[in-house]
């Protein structure tokens, strides 16, 4: 937790971070909002900053995140509360919610990290009323860290039925060219 709670005030400079460059917001939106059913109830695990749970909300979705910093979250409130985005610090391996709360699970960067992987996949998928999608975006970082969609895939495929694998090489969701692979996973059921 310190590690993300010292990352939280640069953490929107980075353009895909903040998503406060127009161009890279835009290709967020272009890529996230079709995928969420209007409406929707959804939960961002390792919400960061807010930056997804704001345009997320902006599209008239129920939001809550969950991060496990603190001042990851309190510079999210700062970002999305007036919206209505509800906010609260907490594990997303271990989310403090009721089995099927939202119709949208959401994270981003995240399922990489977590020690336990599989256990979190299974917690996340209970989280879903029937009908419920769940939606990633990960990576397997230059730096060598993450999972490759394959891995990943894989990982769902163990507690879902279905998953769909999209590769996100386009620069404007970046903010730059990129040589790492990242991927979006959607899993409808």
Do not use: N
Request: hydrophobic residues 45%; glycine residues 8%.
């Amino acid at each position: 937790m310190s590690f993300w709670d010292t990352q939280a005030a640069t953490f929107d400079l980075k353009p895909d971070h903040g998503l406060t460059d127009p161009a890279v917001r835009a290709a967020w939106a272009d890529l996230l909002l079709p995928l969420i059913p209007p409406a929707s109830s959804v939960v961002d695990l390792g919400c960061g900053t807010g930056s997804l749970s704001e345009l997320l909300a902006s599209a008239g979705h129920t939001v809550r995140g969950l991060d496990l910093s603190q001042r990851m979250v309190a510079l999210a409130v700062a970002k999305a509360g007036h919206l209505g985005v509800k906010f609260r610090q907490g594990d997303a391996a271990e989310p403090p919610y009721p089995p099927a709360s939202f119709d949208v699970v959401v994270a981003r960067h995240v399922l990489w990290a977590l020690p336990d992987p599989v256990a979190a996949l299974e917690r996340w998928v209970r989280l879903l009323r029937p009908g419920g999608r769940l939606v990633l975006v990960e990576g397997r970082w230059s730096t060598g860290a993450g999972l490759t969609a394959a891995e990943c895939e894989a990982l769902v495929l163990g507690c879902r039925r279905e998953a769909v694998v999209r590769r996100l090489d386009d620069p404007a969701l970046w903010g730059r060219e990129i040589s790492d692979e990242r991927y979006l996973l959607v899993s409808p059921r």
